[in-house]
């Protein structure tokens, strides 16, 4: 008797092992957030040192106040800075700045789709995804010129929204 439930107990472990799922397949895979932005191509150092590079097409604002350009060298995009003033981004808490940077997408795509000329120099590595960098647009400063438009504040000025209140 002792072998007859030696046996059965054993025909009852090959049995859930065959049937339980869990151990049989793996888990699936949790589903992921969406995938964050890939960096921007790195900058060649030798072209960055070189002077000047001409922007195609401006793409976008982000939320850390960079401008989203497309440069005419082999980086299909590179994110950059202006290092004469405080350009406003997507921010998530103040309406104001971002409804600013996405004015200053449009006018700056629509500058670009008349014909004028983007031109980076003075360009820096500030982090492996940021490009620090005065630009100029049909030979004009573009930092005072955004300035004048409304859509950039003077370097160190301050805030585009007030803190919330306690």
């Known amino acids: 008797m002792n072998k007859a439930l030696i046996f059965g107990a054993l025909l009852l472990l090959t049995g859930c092992s065959t049937l339980n799922t869990t151990f049989n ?3 699936a895979e949790p589903e992921s957030a969406p995938a964050a932005e890939p960096p921007p ?3 060649s150092q030798t072209r960055a040192e070189a002077g000047e590079v001409q922007v195609t097409a401006m793409l976008g604002m982000t939320p850390q106040r960079q401008m989203r350009l497309q440069l005419a060298s ?5 994110w950059v800075m202006l290092i004469d ?6 921010s998530d808490t103040c309406p104001l700045e971002r409804n600013l940077a996405r004015g200053l997408t449009h006018w700056l795509q629509q500058q670009l789709g008349d014909g004028a000329s983007l031109v980076l120099s003075q360009q820096q590595r500030s982090g492996e995804r940021t490009l620090l960098a ?9 930092g005072p010129l955004l300035v004048v438009e409304g859509l950039a504040l003077p370097l160190g000025s301050g805030r585009w929204c007030p803190p919330p209140s306690p």
């Open 134 to 142: 005065r630009a100029r647009l049909d030979g004009r400063d573009l």
């Open 74 to 78: 082999s980086a299909p995009e590179q």
């Open 85 to 90: 003033v405080d350009l406003p981004g997507l």
């Open 41 to 43: 191509e790195p900058l």
């Open 25 to 27: 397949r793996p888990y």
